[in-house]
């Protein structure tokens, strides 16, 4: 009784997992240099990135759904561009841009400065 139990169990688990897999949108994550990324100028544009530093840049639509955000702090896309200016970051430091493969839209654009 206590094997059918772990068995029955072991076997909702793998289930759950895959469930679980399968509900979360598969994404591709650029970790790039400021200089790298152009940055949209209203929240439905579009973002360009570059993958490397010899790659063409890959554009891509953003929507209002689009996270923003410097050390966890989330922000509009207009604080988001003043707050890099304001902090001074050099065209090296980075930023990761996280972009949904299905929708092909970006879903974040984030960067740490500590």
């Keep these: 009784m206590k094997m059918i139990k772990t068995i029955m169990l072991a076997t909702l688990l793998s ?16 970790e790039a240099m400021l200089m790298t990324v152009r940055l949209p100028n209203v929240p439905f544009g579009t973002l360009a990135v570059r993958g490397c530093s010899d790659c063409d840049f890959e554009r891509y639509r ?10 966890n702090k989330s922000m509009r896309l207009g604080e988001f561009r003043a707050a890099i200016r304001k902090l001074g970051l050099g065209a090296e430091h980075n930023v990761n841009v996280r972009r949904d493969i299905q929708t092909n839209t970006i879903t974040s654009v984030f960067l740490f400065t500590e």
């Design 15 to 30: 289930v759950s997992v895959t469930a679980a897999a399968q509900s979360m949108p598969p994404t591709k994550t650029y």
């Design 62 to 71: 953003v929507t209002p759904n689009t996270t923003y955000k410097i050390n």
